[in-house]
Nanobody
Framework: QVQLVESGGGLVEPGGSLRLSCAAS????????MGWFRQAPGKEREFVAT????????YYADSVKGRFTISRDNTKNTVYLQMNSLKPEDTDVYYC?????????????????????WGQGTQVTVSS
């Protein structure tokens, strides 16, 4: 199994920025598609962004396109989510996830069911 630990969440004013990190341990994630999801209390988990194992392809929810950027550093076994122009509706717990099928194609980045290994989440609150 792979262990995922998110960090970087916090309280930020509307229009501000945060950078989330997801540090993996237990095995290399260099062959796994990775993603970020978010969930508010009482709601279903929502797709935010995914990135292919090579880092060459990314996929975003319409609600964050142009504001959020997902990236990865396979040498550090870490995935990032840069969040700019934050809005109050971005307030959620953000989760990092891995698709543990090695080398799955980029066409699968939009299939949330493939992401089956999860971190414990980090809270992001956007409020003035």
């Amino acid at each position: 199994q792979v262990q995922l630990v998110e960090s970087g969440g916090g309280l930020v004013e509307p229009g501000g920025s945060l950078r989330l990190s997801c540090a993996a341990s237990g095995r290399s994630i260099s062959r796994y598609n990775m993603g970020w999801f978010r969930q508010a209390p009482g709601k279903e988990r929502e797709f935010v962004a995914t990135i292919s194992w090579s880092g060459g392809t990314t996929y975003y929810a319409d609600s964050v396109k142009g504001r959020f950027t997902i990236s990865r550093d396979n040498t550090k076994n870490t995935v990032y989510l840069q969040m700019n122009s934050l809005k109050p509706e971005d307030t959620d717990v953000y989760y990092c996830a891995a698709d543990l099928f090695p080398g799955r194609g980029a066409q699968a980045l939009g299939v949330s069911q493939y992401f089956n290994s999860w971190g414990q989440g980090t809270q992001v609150t956007v409020s003035s």
